[in-house]
């Protein structure tokens, strides 16, 4: 079955830097556009930013653009989210999402497969 498993999470201070990782399994990874997405306490999932199968192409949330970068490596079934500049709204939960949708999308709903997640906190 299809898996995405997120690590590098963690608790950080406000400026620093952390890199997620989403490792797929049981799914053919250049095929699927890929994305992450973030949840914090109390607020609705949103999205953080995508990038394109063959990692050509992302796309960013207004909030994290300039500071964010998302890559891939379709060789390992590995994708990144490389943050910097980390703001304490930025605490959340971080998931990666998978999708054979034909166009790059920013809507949860549009993916078809999720990681579990792994909890971002930045705090002093």
């Known amino acids: 079955q299809v898996q995405l498993v997120e690590s590098g999470g963690g608790l950080v201070q406000p400026g620093g830097s952390l890199r997620l990782s989403c490792v797929a399994s049981g799914l053919t990874f250049g095929s699927y556009r890929m994305g992450w997405f973030r949840q914090a306490p109390g607020k609705e999932r949103e999205f953080v930013g995508r990038?394109?199968?063959?990692?050509?192409?992302?796309y960013y949330a207004d909030s994290v653009k300039g500071r964010f970068t998302i890559s891939r490596d379709n060789a390992k079934n590995t994708m990144y989210l490389q943050m910097n500049s980390l703001k304490p709204e930025d605490t959340a939960v971080y998931y990666c999402?998978?999708?054979?949708?034909?166009?790059?999308?920013?809507?949860?709903?549009?993916?078809?497969?999720w990681g579990q997640g792994t909890p971002v906190t930045v705090s002093s």
């Open positions: 990038i394109s199968r063959s990692g050509g192409s992302t």
């Open positions: 999402a998978a999708t054979r949708s034909l166009v790059g999308t920013s809507t949860p709903d549009d993916y078809d497969y």
